[in-house]
């Protein structure tokens, strides 16, 4: 797959907002500043083109914790829902 060279202020917010983000800056290119809110409201400065090479969502590193929390919860309850425990 070809990598997209540039993106749009609407494609970043759709991306953004996917995740509950929000982006406070406008987007100028891939490698410009980003200025944009996690989902618990804390202010996050990254580059666009970090984010979607080296970071699976836009999370602040607590929301990405409690993230992975949820998930060990929801495997933990699985296993005692399939085996009656």
Request: contains cysteine.
């Amino acid at each position: 797959m070809v990598a997209k060279s540039q993106y749009t202020q609407n494609e970043v917010n759709s991306w953004l907002e996917s995740y509950q983000c929000k982006l406070l800056s406008p987007y100028v290119n891939q490698k410009s500043e980003l200025v944009y809110s996690c989902k618990c409201g804390k202010e996050i400065r990254s580059t666009f083109q970090r984010l979607k090479k080296y970071c699976k969502d836009p999370y602040c590193i607590n929301c990405r914790r409690e993230e992975n929390r949820k998930k060990i919860y929801e495997e933990v309850i699985e296993v005692i829902m399939k085996y009656n425990l």
